[in-house]
DNA sequence: GTGGGTGCAAAGGATTTGCACCTCC
DNA sequence: GGAGGTGCAAATCCTTTGCACCCAC
C-alpha cells in the first residue's frame, strides 16, 4: 500500500503536524478530516480524489466525495497539498511533500514517483532572470516507461 | 495579435510545413483545417481551443467547435502540436513549436509565454538516469507574475 | 448555541462522441 | 464513388456548488 520512500515516523509526524495546522488555521477536527489526513498520507502515494475517498469509505463509510474535494481545497490554501494535474483526466494530491518537486509519470501504468534532480532548483531563480517574471512556483514534470513497464511483454 | 518571437516568414513556413504534413498523412485538406492552422500559427500565441474557434469563425463561418477538437486531435497524434494543461480548465495549443520546452504562465492575466533556459535538454536525461524510467517527454512550467502586472496596480 | 462542516443531488464546463450528411481526392 | 470530414446535439466525467441538517468547539 505503501509505495513512496517516507518511512513510517515521518508520515506518523506528518499527519499530526496536518492535524495541528487545521486546527491552528480555525478548522474543526471532525472524523472525516482524520480519515482524510491518513489516506492522503499513509495510503497509495499521489492518490486521486477517488482514491482517497476510497480509503475513507472503509474507516468513516458515510463521508462523501464531495467533503473530500473540499477538505482537499482547504489544504491547498494552507499550502499543505499540492495538486498535481498530468492531463489524466483526474488530478492527483501530495500531501507528504507539499513543496513544488519534480516527478516522472508512467505513461502505461499512471505510476508516479518523485525524482531527484541534480540542479533542479536552480530552474526558477534561471527562468525569473531569463523571462522577466516574478516567479513563485514550478512544475516539472516527465513523461515515459517505468521499469515495470519495460520488462513487461503486452 | 502575434505576441510570439518567431517571424512572418517563419510562420508562413510552418503553416505550408503543417499542410504538407496532413496530407502526406493521408488527412484531407479541408478549409475548416486551412483556417485551423492559420488561426494556430498566426494567432496569439498558446491559444485555447476557444480561441481558435473564434478566429476560424472569421473565415469559415460554420465551422464547429468538435471540428476544432478533431483537428487538435489530429495534429496531436502526429506530434505537430503541443497540448498545454495548466489547470486552468481550458488547454492551450503550441503548434508553432511543437518541441516540449519550457513556458512561464502569469497566474494574474493567464499570459504564457517561452522560456530559454541554461541547461534544460539535461533534465529529461538526467531524470531518466535518476528514476530508472525510460522517459519521453516532459513539462516545465513556471508559475508568477508577468513584467506587465508587476507594473500594474491592482 | 452557533457557525463551520457534512452529505446529497444537481449544476458546471471543457472535451468527446454518435450519427446523418457532405465533400475532397 | 467512397472513405474521411463536418456539424449538431447529446453524453461524459471530474469537480464544484446550494442548501438543509448536524456536530465540534
Given at each position: 500500500m505503501?509505495?513512496?520512500?517516507?518511512d513510517?515516523e515521518?508520515r506518523?509526524?506528518?499527519?499530526?503536524a496536518l492535524?495541528?495546522?487545521l486546527?491552528?488555521?480555525?478548522c474543526?477536527?471532525?472524523?472525516q478530516?482524520?480519515?482524510?489526513?491518513?489516506a492522503?498520507v499513509?495510503?497509495?502515494?499521489h492518490p486521486?480524489a477517488?482514491?482517497?475517498?476510497a480509503?475513507?469509505?472503509?474507516?468513516?463509510?458515510t463521508t462523501?466525495?464531495?467533503t473530500v474535494?473540499?477538505t482537499?481545497?482547504?489544504?491547498k490554501?494552507?499550502?499543505?497539498?499540492?495538486?498535481?494535474?498530468?492531463?489524466?483526466?483526474?488530478n492527483?494530491?501530495?500531501?507528504v511533500?507539499?513543496v513544488?518537486?519534480p516527478?516522472?509519470?508512467?505513461t502505461q501504468?499512471?505510476?508516479i514517483e518523485?525524482?531527484?534532480?541534480?540542479g533542479?532548483?536552480?530552474?526558477?531563480?534561471?527562468?525569473s532572470r531569463?523571462s522577466?517574471?516574478q516567479l513563485?512556483?514550478e512544475?516539472l514534470?516527465?513523461?515515459g516507461i517505468c521499469?515495470?513497464c519495460?520488462?513487461?511483454k503486452n
Open positions: 505503501v509505495s513512496n520512500v517516507f513510517l515521518y506518523t509526524r506528518r499527519v499530526s492535524r495541528t495546522r486546527a491552528e488555521s480555525g474543526r477536527i471532525t472524523p478530516r482524520l480519515a482524510i489526513l491518513d492522503l499513509n495510503g497509495a502515494s486521486t477517488e482514491e482517497i475517498y480509503l475513507v469509505l472503509k474507516v468513516s463509510p462523501s466525495l464531495a474535494y473540499k482537499l481545497d482547504t489544504l490554501a494552507l499550502g499543505e497539498v499540492q495538486e498535481l494535474e498530468l492531463g489524466s483526466g483526474r492527483h494530491y501530495d500531501a511533500d507539499p513544488a518537486h516527478h516522472v509519470v508512467c501504468c499512471g505510476r518523485d525524482v531527484r534532480i541534480e533542479a532548483s536552480r530552474l526558477l531563480e534561471e527562468a531569463a522577466g517574471y513563485l512556483t512544475r514534470e516527465f513523461f521499469h515495470s519495460q520488462t513487461t
